[in-house]
């Protein structure tokens, strides 16, 4: 996966492949304002960018692709606990994130403001 430049010869072979990991190659992605996601070959998502609010999946609020070393495999999967589950599919908002699994169902996390998240409630994940 490339990422993109911000200036003159920036782009096209300049730009570096995105690192997620040994041997793992991009089924999709998924972009909100500040972060990106990506379904991976296994099935499996990862994330990166800012976190506030939660919105890379992680449980926490550090942001992740900002420094060395978070990438590749130090990058984790996002967590979505469901034993034998993949993501099919990715949908990213401003603050939020959203999985459909590959039995149709649906988990989101990150900012929950006017309850985004489906959950009935205000919680940010």
Do not use: Q
């Amino acid at each position: 996966m490339f990422a993109g430049g911000d200036g003159p010869g920036e782009m096209g072979d300049n730009l570096f492949y995105v690192d997620l990991g040994t041997g793992r190659t991009v089924a999709a992605l998924a972009a909100g304002a500040y972060h990106t996601c990506a379904v991976l070959d296994n099935g499996k998502a990862k994330c990166w960018g800012i976190n506030g609010n939660g919105r890379l999946g992680y449980g926490d609020t550090a942001d992740r692709g900002d420094a060395p070393g978070e990438m590749g495999d130090s990058l984790p999967y996002v967590d979505l606990g469901t034993t034998g589950r993949k993501v099919a599919a990715l949908a990213a908002g401003d603050a939020h994130t959203c999985a459909m699994l590959d039995n149709g169902g649906v988990k989101c996390w990150g900012f929950n403001g006017n309850g985004r998240l489906g959950y009935g409630d205000t919680v940010d994940r």
